[in-house]
């Protein structure tokens, strides 16, 4: 598996596995139904750094890394993954979240801050407790959950 920054040429491919995962509306605030048009200013935009993880030209999986803030909050980055359904279970979240620790401190990051977290999302919750990122707060009842209804969000820290 190669995991390079995404082209043009990807947005069909990320497309496919944003609309799944946001589709269930249990892990993300995207609503179910976001539009196509929308992936770009979520998923492609200027000021964030998409990256993708292939194999035989197939997309398995995505991240973005951006600045979690502008100017004086810039140093440290905010990411999200998105692991396609048919792929899940066989290490890519763990191999994407590798990847943007090293991008991360090459260039210059002396953080990473996950900003919304769903509780419920125990599976993403231990692989990011595994890389030493750490609680450090919790929004009670900060995301509306497809099917728990209002669940507690957590923020995420790891030092670089």
């Known amino acids: 598996m190669k995991i390079r920054r ?11 596995i944003f609309s799944a995962v946001i589709k269930t509306g249990d892990t993300y605030v995207f609503h179910p139904r976001t539009p196509r048009k929308d992936l770009e200013k979520h998923w492609f935009a200027d000021y964030m750094t998409t990256f993708v993880a292939e194999e035989e030209g197939q997309i398995l ?24 359904p ?16 090293h991008y991360a401190r090459v260039n210059g990051y002396v953080g990473i801050q996950f900003n919304i977290v769903v509780s419920t999302n125990e599976r993403a919750v231990e692989l990011w407790k595994k890389f030493g ?7 009670p009842k900060g995301f ?17």
């Not at 509306?144 to 670089?160: F, Q, W």
């Open 6 to 16: 995404a082209t043009s040429v990807d947005y069909d491919q990320v497309w496919d």
């Open 61 to 84: 999986g995505t991240y973005i890394i951006k600045p979690n803030q502008i100017d004086l909050g810039s140093h440290i980055a905010n990411c999200s993954y998105m692991v396609s």
């Open 86 to 101: 048919k792929a899940q279970g066989n290490g890519i979240g763990r191999t994407l979240c590798e990847h943007s620790i």
């Open 133 to 139: 990122f750490r609680i450090i707060g919790t929004t």
């Open 144 to 160: 509306r959950h497809s099917e728990l209804g209002l669940v507690d969000t957590y923020i995420m820290y790891l030092a670089l």
